[in-house]
């Protein structure tokens, strides 16, 4: 057991990241299994949907999760997978909150620079 003050936190801080990392891996190994038993096209989107989630978290590098979903959508093809690039529901538009009036205050000019004296 460490012995140093910040080595105890450290190991409290790692226990929580492993558990949280666990969890994100889970859901990613439920969604691609549940993809490769029964492609659809909602499979599809679940599995790069947990890819895009284990890469945001930092479990899977973000090049691993690249190959990952290239990977899926080459089976999605060729098990005759119709896939639609636009299923993300649209958000409602946000209001805009009016921008309160400023009166422009007239400035003064900088007064003009005059020429150096000349010498004689």
């Known amino acids: 057991m460490p ?3 910040s080595a105890k936190k450290r190991v409290r801080v790692a226990r929580k990241a492993t558990v949280r990392n666990s969890k994100t891996k889970r ?3 439920a969604a691609l299994k549940a993809f490769l038993g029964k492609s659809t096209a909602a499979s599809h989107n679940k599995a790069q949907s947990a890819l895009d989630t284990a890469a ?3 479990v899977l590098h973000k090049n691993k999760v690249a190959r990952k979903k290239r990977q899926l959508s080459a089976a999605a093809k060729n098990a005759g997978v119709k896939i639609t690039a636009g299923t993300k529901k649209a958000t409602p538009a946000k209001k805009v ?3 309160p009036i400023v009166k422009k205050v007239a400035t003064k000019k900088p007064a003009a620079k005059k020429a150096p004296a000349k010498k004689k």
């Open 56 to 58: 945001k978290k930092g």
């Open 27 to 29: 859901t990613l190994k």
């Open 97 to 99: 909150a009016a921008k």
């Open 3 to 5: 012995i140093i003050k």
